[in-house]
């Protein structure tokens, strides 16, 4: 049965590219990985309130939605992207 370890072992292989290519932001212009941060303002925040019933229960999510430029180091495009962050 070596067989399935080396299968295991391709398919495990495949998944950390995948995410590690999924994690990372590329450039759309040329697929670079060599981008970098630029500028990241809020653009508008909004709290979630989760109620679980009775005085002092639930707690209160903050949501804060940021406008990131990023741009890439190969071919000097930049772009933008609006993210979401909750705490
Ligand atoms: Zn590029």
Redesign the pocket.
């Known amino acids: 049965m070596a067989w399935l370890g080396i299968f295991i072992i391709l398919l495990l292989a495949f998944v950390v590219a995948w995410w590690s290519t999924r994690s990372r932001p590329k450039?759309p212009?040329?697929g670079?990985q060599k981008i970098r941060i630029t500028g990241k303002e809020p653009q508008d925040f909004r709290t979630v309130d989760y109620h679980s019933g009775g005085p002092g229960g639930g707690y209160t999510s903050v949501q804060t939605s940021y406008k990131v430029t990023y741009r890439?180091g190969?071919?000097h495009?930049s772009w933008q992207k609006t993210i979401t962050e909750s705490r």
Do not use: D, K
């Open positions: 450039c212009e040329c670079s890439c190969q071919c495009a």
